[in-house]
């Protein structure tokens, strides 16, 4: 592993490695954070997938948030992590700037693509990856296939995402024992989710009761196996590991390292699915401020 940097945070100091690892250290009883170490920031609602669970709506029109103009963007911390997602977000005419400022700015930046665009834009990802512009991709899997898992070992970071209650059995035989690194997001009723969990509820259902019998034997089959918070207390993650594996593993709360951010409505919030939403600000520390104290007044 090398370092990519090191930050102080509020009462604690933070080390990002190459691998995607993240080291907190503090003298203290808790982390207290005074800025989000990774944000999730949504920068384009345009996507031609048409996923029917799609819980941010996105549409073949969708439109693409202002990426250049944000002067939040001018106040964020050296090695903060930034999740580039949308819609597609290689659609967005501005991304290769985006992506240059951050990196001016040593922000340390991912992008999640659809499996299908990740595998019909292998010039456009390879760019982005050599010339260093992200450190992390996220490929979210539509079908798991032999040609899919040969591609996606092509790339030292890549992550698969799934959805608990749309992964598959079939998709878990494709993919296991071949060294890859697989996030479980938690199912979204948000937008297109709910409308979609009310046609299919039962299909769901049993997906994510297979999942949650046998998500201890998948573990041993990846070399990484990660959660969203959703997941976490969709699958009740906490159920496999020690106390101290716990404490030492779970990155906190939603809102309490971590924030969201729409480019496309100009707004921001806790986490993607949370209803409360407030406008963009010039200062990302007055925005985390507010995310923070939302969810320590939720406790």
Known sequence: MR?????????????????GTKVRETNENEFIAAFPENMDVKITNQCDMGCIFCHEDSKIDGKHGDILNQIFINTLHPYTEMAIGGGNPLSHPDLIPFLEKLKVKKIIANITVNQ???????????????????????VSLVDASKGFVELIKQYDNAVIHVINGVLKPSDIEVLKDNDLKMLILGYKH????????????????????????NLAEITKQFKVVSFDNLAIEQLNVKRLMSEKDWNEFYMGDDGMYTMYVDLVNQNFARCSVAEKRYGLL????DMFNIVRDEKLAMK
């Open 3 to 19: 370092q990519l940097g090191m930050y102080i945070n509020g009462n604690y100091k933070v080390k990002i490695f190459s691998d």
């Open 116 to 138: 299908v665009h990740f595998e019909t834009s292998q010039e456009l990802i390879k760019k982005l990856v050599n010339e260093k512009l992200i450190y992390g991709l996220g």
């Open 190 to 213: 948000f937008r297109r989710g709910i409308s979609w969990y009310e046609v299919r509820q039962d299909d769901i259902t049993t997906k994510q009761e297979w999942l949650y019998k």
């Open 282 to 285: 010039d200062n990302i520390e």
